[in-house]
């Protein structure tokens, strides 16, 4: 992509985030702390809407240590502390004393059961009240994202549904690069020891040049079920009873 066209793409972002923060608050944006995320955390923090749009992360407990370093990089970057969102410690010591720590590993309907309880249960919990959310997905990430739109409806989140945000959703892998290099944001070490995507540690691992990108996550599942039951199916905002947030 040409920089006159990166810089469109840009453009193009921060009007949808500006459009966000005045028609759409109170707005939050669930970061994974990964790369995309680290894009829409420096368009939302420079461009000074971080009172229509918080910012937020699920901090599962299984994180990797580079990623939560992300929250000091965040804070000494650009003055400003993202919300950790913790499953209930009631439902990981019922799920640890009847399945066992790693218990995801053993079946589909486990992990589901493990991200519903460190991921959608505290995702629910920080859009509760809110009038739309925003996440870093992108359109290119998984055939389950192909028909991912920047705007699109979500039924299953708020009382009687809310407007969800993709304002990443057009952009490639290099575009984001491209960004980050360009405007010098801290990004996740983790992305440079081949790890493109990047969730809880025991679910993600690195790849080889050419795999697709997620195919570190949940390595051992097929590839049409690498979702958490928050996203988009067939063009769909659904919650998908099989699948947890990247
Ligand atoms: S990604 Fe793995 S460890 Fe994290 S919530 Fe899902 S199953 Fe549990």
Redesign the pocket.
């Known amino acids: 992509m040409s920089n006159q066209a990166l810089q469109d793409l840009i453009a193009k972002t921060q009007a949808t985030l500006d459009t966000i923060a005045a028609q759409y608050a109170p707005a939050v944006f669930a970061s994974s702390l990964a790369a995309e995320d680290m894009v829409l955390t420096d368009l939302i923090l420079r461009g000074k809407l971080q009172d229509k749009i918080g910012i937020f992360t699920l901090e ?1 407990g ?1 994180l990797h240590k580079e990623t939560l370093g992300m929250l000091d990089r965040i804070r000494e970057t650009y003055d400003y502390d993202v919300t950790p969102y913790r499953p209930q410690p009631e439902a990981i010591e019922a799920y640890v004393k009847n399945h066992g720590l790693n218990a ?1 590993y053993d079946s589909v309907e486990l ?1 589901k059961e ?2 519903r ?3 959608m249960e505290p995702l629910n919990r920080a859009l509760a009240g809110k009038a739309s959310w925003i996440t870093g997905q992108r359109r290119a990430q998984s055939v389950t994202r192909a028909e991912l739109h920047v705007q699109e409806r979500d039924e299953s989140h708020g009382a009687h549904g809310m407007e969800k945000f993709n304002p990443l959703a057009d952009w490639s892998e290099q575009d984001v690069w491209d960004y980050i290099r360009a405007n010098d944001v801290p990004y996740n070490p983790l992305h440079d020891q081949g790890y493109p995507s990047i ?2 540690e ?2 993600t691992r690195a790849i080889q040049p050419g795999e697709d990108i997620r195919a570190g996550r ?1 390595w051992w599942e097929n590839p049409d079920s690498k979702e ?1 039951g928050l996203h988009v199916v067939d063009g769909k905002l659904v919650r998908i009873k099989a699948h ?1 947030p990247a």
Do not use: E, S, Y
Request: hydrophobic share 25%; with cysteine; glycine share 6%.
């Open positions: 599962t299984r995801f992990r493990c991200c309880i460190r991921k969730g809880c025991p679910c949940w958490c947890a």
